[in-house]
């Protein structure tokens, strides 16, 4: 056999060379940050463009909130109606001529972890255009995909054994997010308790280095800062009796959101109907931002806002309402996107409304120091990882280690909540399906 065809189709091994793994390692930590660099520049470039602000930088010190509100209400419903074409002409096109999409998490189960490039690559482009020109949705499943792709292409032409590949794809996920937020540790951990449900050495130092070189490369484009700027907040008794309080507040909250976001998910169109739902439903959103420039992008704007205590209880309970409601319908209008940006805002601004009412009772604690805790607690509960919560909200924000007290309590509360949500609503469910049978019947 010449030494082309070995190339072109690698022996699966059951045990990989050690070097193969470290090679495979160092290039998926190096693809992933170049992707997610290159990811965050584009989003950068496009926000820019579409809004008229900082021109001249892709990276600069004005935020994507402060560039959209100095925009003109009429140029938001512009933007909003062109990512609505965009979002609906570029998935429709995408479901049918590209090849069929693999999730990372059936990419993670697979016996054949390889992700189709092409489709992958415009699914995650498609993504960060939709969300750089407004959608509601989280743009970190595109670096994370990309990162993941990239790693199985690499561990299928190393010629890694299955279960090493799995772990290489999970590793490329974790990457892109630790490349794209700056998070290294957070991506590590996402990887660990997310994709792998496993802390063993084989999984953590390729994890670990993967995200931490990815890290390093993202930030020679990005720079080494971190997503939000938050004051100094100052724990007290008040916050932590909140955290154990309202704890599962979180988890109930977080349990109906997924619950919406799967549905809504579920009854997406991927027909000639997928353009006509999109357009029509960011023409409607780019109406609601001529009031609420706040709605717009993945959430970051609002969020930073709550860090920061710069929201009135009725502003954060309107935006609340809205940005679930509009994530909703982008995901049933058949938007794709990540939900861990906008689950960080939910948790944010209803902790914003929680803590705003017990502070009437209970004064001392700041509302930005509810925000922290219950954004952890929401999104912790919201996506079922709540170690990755804890550790890419401490990241995301660089609060003090003091606040690992009240986050844990409320994490603990939601997670309890979360799950007695999922055993005991269906069951609910089907008990009063059945008397209102029986009632029917009856009549």
Request: charged share 10%.
């Amino acid at each position: 056999m010449s030494v082309k065809s070995i190339t072109s189709a690698p022996v699966r091994r059951e045990r990989s060379p050690l070097q193969a793994l470290v090679v495979v390692t160092l290039l998926t930590g190096l693809g992933a940050g170049l992707g997610g660099m290159l990811l965050a520049l584009l989003l950068h470039g496009i926000q820019h463009l579409a809004f008229g602000y900082s021109a001249a930088h892709l990276v600069s010190s004005e935020s994507f909130l402060q560039g959209v509100s100095g925009a003109s209400p009429e140029r938001r419903v512009i933007v909003l109606t062109i990512c609505g074409l965009v979002a609906g002409l570029g998935w429709w096109l995408l479901y049918r001529f590209g090849k069929p999409l693999v999730s990372i998490r059936q990419a993670v189960k697979s016996d054949d972890p390889r992700m189709p490039m092409l489709s992958t690559t415009v699914h995650a482009v498609l993504q960060i255009v939709t969300v750089a020109l407004g959608s509601p949705l989280g743009r970190e499943v595109a670096p994370r995909e990309i990162g993941s792709a990239l790693a199985g292409w690499l561990s299928r032409r190393a010629g890694l054994s299955v279960a090493d590949s799995r772990v290489m794809v999970a590793c490329g996920a974790g990457a892109g997010l630790a490349a794209v937020y700056n998070v290294p540790l957070g991506g590590a951990v996402f990887v660990l308790e997310v994709l792998l449900g496993t802390f063993g050495w084989k999984a953590l130092v390729p994890a670990v280095a993967t995200s931490a070189v990815a890290a390093l490369v993202a930030q020679a484009g990005l720079g080494n800062e971190h997503q939000y700027l938050v004051p100094s907040l100052t724990l007290n008794a008040s916050l932590v009796v909140w955290a154990v309080v309202c704890g599962p507040v979180f988890g109930v909250a977080a349990w109906a959101f997924t619950a919406l976001t799967k549905h809504a998910r579920a009854q997406a169109p991927k027909d000639w109907r997928l353009p006509v739902l999109s357009l029509l439903n960011f023409a409607i959103i780019g109406v609601l931002a001529m009031h609420f420039p706040q709605l717009l992008g993945n959430g970051k704007g609002p969020a930073g806002l709550a860090f920061d205590g710069g929201l009135s209880l009725s502003l954060a309970a309107m935006l609340l309402v809205l940005k679930v409601v509009i994530t909703a319908s982008s995901l049933r209008a058949g938007a794709e996107g990540g939900l861990l940006t906008p689950g960080l805002a939910n948790g944010a601004l209803l902790a914003i409304v929680l803590g705003g009412l017990w502070s009437m009772l209970w004064p001392g604690a700041s509302l930005g120091a509810f925000a922290i805790v219950g954004a952890a607690a929401f999104l912790a509960a919201s996506m079922q990882m709540p170690i990755t919560a804890v550790v890419l909200v401490f990241e995301f924000t660089r609060v003090s280690h003091d606040f690992l007290i009240p986050v844990l309590f409320a994490v603990g509360g939601a997670m309890l909540a979360y799950q007695a949500c999922v055993k005991w609503v269906p069951a609910l469910q089907a008990s009063l399906g059945l008397s209102w049978s029986g009632a029917s019947k009856a009549r």
